[in-house]
């Protein structure tokens, strides 16, 4: 699967989703006993299921109370804090850990960096010695590797450091270079309210993630990318929100950029994925698909979840956009407060 | 009415303020017949029933078998006997203007928030919540045809949410402003009000049955108001064999969705109960699910509460006695019974105690918030426990 996603990030080889679909199906239900009692529950089988579509979905819910792989974990990664305290925060055992690596920096790469720049990485997180078991920022330590001129991360224990990161902003304006800040949305908003402005380098960038959860108050998207050209200097076309979740090796991204470098800038921002990564808008009741456009809840099939669950039925609520995309809506009432705005909320409450 | 400026709801409370001045003298008893005569009319007000269905999102069958049972607690004995043990013969010490800010969760709680200031001889301005702007006003006609004197120190008013300028005026002139709602709009809004607060923020409720209690009332205790408000049980704790009774409440849940069908919920209603079961379900609870609702039974050492939506925990217990050391203290307003009445709730701030399928019928002497009604409006202290117990 590995060497299948990596071709296939690279252009080099078409993946054949079906195909993956089905092996990954067989595979997991064959060793994830979690897993196949659901399916044998619902008198399906690999022999059964004709479709990815049909392959069926684990709720977010499940990585709460089971474990869910294949084989013994490489890293434990937890979804942040939940407001029913962190027996309730679900664990998502990854086997192999150079999989999420491999799925989930081209797809940085092609959404962030379109231009091939390599800027300095400014992490609006705590750093990975403080959180080993999120997956966000195991993903910007890997970032920081692979992309970027130096790395930085402006939260700790005790939360984000705005001081420090209006102080290391102002420096970084003075000196020109491109920066690279990405972090939860709710950080941006911190430091925006602090009234601090700068003008950070050409080719400067914004990467976001976690809207609106752990939100000090209401913010709109493009409320959102108003803010990071008055208070950052980073136009709006340079601003990506990524979609992820603990549950999934594979991201998705706004087009933004990757649409400007492609000379689609008046296509709308809708949350794209890479070829691995498909994701379906189901009705609540009936799980069944909902009419392009229509809202209803957000179930993923990633895989580069191979060594624990492909498909991911989530919590949120979103549409389809486009023939690519997706536009998240928000989350269901009542669900657990997590993801990536609550990581920094638990370091700050 | 909608109020859109600040004159204008000045001027409406002045008038209040005004008539109370006249209305005052009125003996309680005369004033109980009043309210008691209103609420008839209330409940037959023909526009009460076109428009409440629309404005709550209940069906028309819900709110035709929920109306009756707000009107049914304006008793003329009961509201003296409130009064006499409450207040006394006369309330001197009553304030001037009481002011309201409701949720609409569920509908008419304008009805006993209007009854009790008018028993004390009060002024009150009711704020409605925006699912139901037409309750309050439909009462306050419905007075004002049978008392206008008493009528017209009502004033029932509904504007826009976040509309600082009439809520800064609210805030201010209340002699006792009452807040109803959700926690983070009480926190919110109590720190601006210049006079005395008295808080109604999120409550539960639940039940303690035999496994032979009459599943068809607990059902009926869910279904009323669609599960919305703080005396919906949404836990039900069973001496005796749970899972039976889980399947023989699931069967009353659903001869009931018969006669009051759900009304349409919207995709992240519908979506909140699957993530909701979903839950259940991977944490070993046995889930069982229709278009009535669903019943989730689990062990429960401590109370959980559900979605909302028609779904109930179940659980097992031994002995009624463990049931007070269950629930979190303050946050439980009425526990329904069927069987052995549990000790010890008082002391955790519980407010009623009634027989299973009485707990959508509160009287309005019910002490909401294990506070005394009027007593709480004249700033006297209530006893320690004011657990009321209903049989």
Partial sequence: MERAIAAASGGTEALDFESWAARLFAHQFEYVAAYRTLCERRGLSPATVASWRDVPPVPTAAFRHVDLATGPAEVVFRTSGTSTGPEARGRHLVPRLSLYRTAALPTFARHLLPDGARPRCVFLLPPPAQRPDSSLVRMCEWVGEAFGTGTEWLADDTGLDVTRLAERLAALERSGEAVLVAGPTAGFLRFFDTGRKVRLGPGSRVMDTGGAKGMPRPLSRAGFLRACWSHLGVPGYFCVNEYGLTELCSQRYESAMADRFAGRSLDHRRLVAPPWLRTRVLDPDTLEEVPAGRTGMLCHHDLANAGSVAVVLTEDLGHTAGDDGIVVTGRVSGAPARGCGQLLADVTS | ?391
Avoid at chain 2, 132 to 138: E, M, T, W, Y
Avoid at chain 2, 234 to 239: A, K, L, S, Y
């Fill in chain 2, 1 to 391: 009415m909608t109020v859109t400026t600040g004159a204008a709801l000045r001027a409406a409370i002045d008038a209040a303020l005004e008539a109370r001045g006249r209305a005052r003298t009125q003996p309680v008893a005369r004033r109980a017949r009043a309210l008691a005569a209103a609420a008839r009319r209330w409940q037959d007000d023909p526009r009460l029933h076109a428009r409440l269905p629309a404005a709550s999102g209940l069906s028309p069958a819900m709110v035709a078998a929920t109306v009756p049972l707000v009107a049914g607690a304006f008793d003329v004995e009961a509201m003296e006997r409130m009064v006499r043990d409450e207040v006394g013969e006369t309330a001197p010490d009553a304030p001037p203007l009481v002011a309201h800010v409701l949720a609409s969760n569920v509908p008419a709680l304008a009805l006993p928030a209007i009854a009790h200031a008018v028993l004390l001889g009060s002024a009150v301005v009711v704020k409605s919540g925006r699912a139901d702007p037409v309750s309050a006003p439909a009462f306050a006609r419905a007075l004002a045809d049978v008392d206008p004197d008493l009528g017209a120190t009502v004033v029932a008013v509904t504007w826009p949410g976040g509309t600082s300028a009439l809520d800064e005026i609210l805030l201010q002139v209340a002699s006792v402003l009452v807040l109803t709602g959700a926690d983070k709009t009480i926190a919110a809004l109590a720190p601006r009000a210049a006079g005395r607060v008295l808080r109604h923020g999120t409550r539960f409720s639940v039940a303690l049955v035999d496994d032979s209690a009459d599943v068809d009332a607990l059902a009926e205790d869910v279904v009323l108001y669609e599960q919305r408000g703080c005396l919906s049980p949404q836990t039900v704790w069973v001496r005796g064999d749970p899972h039976a009774f889980a399947t023989r409440l699931g069967e009353a849940l659903a001869r009931a969705a018969i006669r009051l069908p759900p009304p349409s919920a919207t995709t992240d209603e519908r979506a909140a109960v699957r993530a909701f079961l979903d839950d259940a379900a991977w944490s070993g609870a046995e889930v069982r699910s229709g278009p009535w609702g669903a019943v989730v039974v689990r062990d429960l050492p401590r109370f959980l509460p559900t979605c909302g939506r028609r779904t109930v925990h179940v659980a097992g217990i031994d002995a009624a006695t463990s049931l007070a050391e269950r629930l979190p203290a303050g946050r439980i307003e009425c526990v329904g019974v069927g069987g052995e009445a549990p000790p010890g709730l008082g002391s955790i701030g519980v407010s009623r105690l009634c027989p299973v399928g009485r707990m959508q019928r509160p009287p309005l002497a019910w002490p909401r918030g294990a506070r005394a009604p009027l007593a709480s409006l004249l700033g006297r202290p209530s006893p320690a426990s004011r657990l009321r117990v209903e049989s």
